[in-house]
């Protein structure tokens, strides 16, 4: 709800288009989807990304984007939304908005340390995501 209420309806309808996106996924899309996403938050706020600052919030719905396309991928090619992926995607994420060395002190501070292949499955996606969608 966060989320939508920050985009550029704001309030408005807000409620129907939480349903509609609910009502859009099927139980095991949404059990997949939310799997990746509870990952991906918990991982954000131990790393202290859960505050309301414009930031966080960019970085949160970044991250949410991302997390979203990788669990409908991994759902589609009937694999398991590992913690593996969501800590992919918010290195991924942070490396975006502030660099390599704060994601390198992130990924050190709370042990992270995802493969390469679930780091390169995040940046293709996002970039489907940003120059394709």
């Not at 704001?10 to 899309?29: H, N, T």
Request: net charge positive; aromatic share 8%; with cysteine.
């Amino acid at each position: 709800m966060r989320i939508l209420r920050m985009s550029e309806a704001g309030e408005k309808d807000l409620g129907l288009r939480a349903r509609q996106i609910r009502i859009m996924l099927s139980e095991e899309e949404r059990r997949v989807v939310k799997t990746m996403l509870e990952n991906t938050s918990k991982i954000l706020k131990d790393a202290g990304y859960h505050t309301n600052k414009d930031k966080d919030a960019q970085i949160a719905d970044v991250s949410g984007r991302i997390a979203r396309a990788v669990a409908w991928f991994l759902y589609f090619f009937n694999r398991r939304p590992t913690r593996e992926y969501a800590e992919a995607i918010v290195l991924y994420t942070i490396w975006l908005f502030e660099g390599r060395e704060k994601a390198k002190h992130i990924a050190e501070k709370l042990s992270l340390a995802p493969r390469r292949k679930a780091i390169e499955l995040v940046k293709y996606l996002h970039h489907i995501i940003v120059n394709c969608l």
